[in-house]
């Protein structure tokens, strides 16, 4: 086992892993930029190094910087957290290289799922079922032969990068161009590469995920699935677990399939397989995710699983001690990110509290948040003993929560909790626009 992990993040999930670390009586570096030196992962941290000035590129993207923070403090490991280097195999490579691990899956299968064309090809050779879709698109009179021979409304897709960046909906072929190359130039701008592909834009259709952990001789659990079907711009804004529209017969396939594209992809770690569920119970591959993702707190809240220390059991080559049959998935589950919506210094902060319900974040009163990143300030998360408890506990932590100082969105997520679609779980991903959110 490790004795000093790095953790190259910022914010709630630097202190999720600071906290985790703790727990394992392992020894804690953060790194920050000039922007985040009083914020409170870096107190929390037992050494603390400055790797560059407040723009991501600087700091949070600067492997070097981060590689270096790692070897003068004699950390063994890096947990890249989520978003910023937790995808980006050229890190995952550089870590290795120095002879740091790398908490997370092998650099090669990184590069492999964050391909989207090659993972959908993967997949269609391991047996998953994928949306009807193109290869690689290389220009102009390709998108528009692929387009006719798919069907409108179709889906422009950056086949590199997530976060909904790089996606277009194309609703007859008169939008064909425009969408074409803005999908193009954002996918190049954001992840440094402009192709694209194109799926069939299927509608109306539930974002489901399966959770998985899989360990370096290839065994792998299925921890149940997250519902992420409430997004803002390929946003997702609240989550629950598990899903009210699957039945446990379709909970079973979608948790093989997940399986059989961990195996396929020779899969270690934690990773999240997410796919569209269409109204006739078919469900399609998405993507992968080579990642912790920001929902992982619901998982860990059903299944009794912290999914944390066990990345970090698995990376120092700890086998799984536990089988798909030990799974007990128990009660329901809702996070609700709270999102800023505008720069400023929390004036005052409240946190609710009681059995089964918790605030993950870095907020604290007087903390003043930078404009340079990501709007996720928390992370409110509720478990019940069953769905309708969980709404009812979450409207009630929701109204507890208080967030002065910095505009968010605690009222929107309330709207939608007592919105009587989402009551009955009969929700899809044009939740937010059909509502008028």
Not at 169 to 187: C, G, I, R, T, W
Not at 221 to 236: A, D, F, M, T
Request: a negative charge; one cysteine or more.
């Amino acid at each position: 086992m490790f004795s000093k992990i790095l953790i190259a993040n910022r914010g709630e999930v630097a202190v999720r892993i600071i906290r985790a670390c703790k727990d394992m009586g392992i020894s804690t570096v953060a790194v920050y930029s000039e922007a985040d030196e009083e914020s409170i992962h870096v107190a929390l941290a037992d050494e603390a190094i400055c790797v560059g000035k407040a723009s991501p590129k600087d700091s949070y993207l600067n492997m070097e910087n981060i590689i270096s923070a790692a070897l003068v403090t004699g950390a063994q490991a890096i947990h890249p957290g989520y978003g910023f280097l937790a995808e980006n195999a050229g890190f995952a490579r550089l870590c290795k290289k120095f002879g740091l691990v790398f908490i997370g899956p092998d650099a090669k299968v990184i590069e492999k799922m964050g391909d989207k064309d090659a993972a959908r090809k993967l997949m269609v050779q391991a047996g998953v079922p994928v949306v009807p879709g193109s290869d690689l698109i290389e220009n102009l009179q390709q998108a528009r032969q692929e387009a006719r021979r798919i069907g409108f409304p179709l889906l422009i897709k950056a086949s590199a990068g997530g976060g909904g960046k790089g996606i277009r909906l194309v609703k007859d072929e008169s939008q064909l161009e425009h969408a074409f190359l803005m999908a193009a130039e954002e996918a190049k701008n954001a992840f440094g590469n402009g192709n694209v592909y194109m799926e069939k834009y299927l509608a109306p259709v539930k974002h489901i995920e399966i959770q998985l952990l899989s360990d370096e001789k290839g065994n792998t659990v299925c921890l149940g699935e997250r519902e992420c079907s409430i997004q803002r711009n390929n946003q997702k804004l609240l989550e629950e677990a598990p899903s009210s529209g699957l039945s446990a017969e379709l909970r079973e396939r979608m948790m093989e399939a997940a399986g059989r594209a961990a195996k396929a992809a020779g899969y270690t770690n934690a990773g999240t397989v997410e796919f569209l569920l269409d109204t006739d119970q078919n469900f399609y591959f998405m993507e992968m995710n080579t990642r912790l993702q920001v929902e992982h707190p619901i998982t860990e809240e059903i299944s009794g699983v912290d999914l944390v220390k066990w990345q970090i059991r698995i990376a120092s080559g700890v086998l799984l001690d536990m089988k798909q049959e030990d799974i007990r998935l128990k009660g329901a589950a809702i996070e609700c990110r709270i999102n800023a919506r505008s720069g400023g210094t929390v004036t005052f902060l409240h946190v609710p509290g009681g059995p089964g319900v918790r605030f993950e974040t870095a907020l604290y009163q007087g903390y003043q948040v930078p404009p340079f990143y990501d709007s996720l300030i928390g992370k409110l998360v509720v478990h019940g003993q069953n769905r309708e408890e969980a709404i009812r506990k979450m409207q009630s932590a929701l109204c507890e929560l208080v967030v002065e100082g910095v505009a968010n969105n605690i009222e929107e997520q309330l709207e939608i909790l007592d919105d009587p679609d989402f009551r009955k779980g009969e929700y899809f991903t044009d939740f937010i626009q059909r509502k008028g959110l």
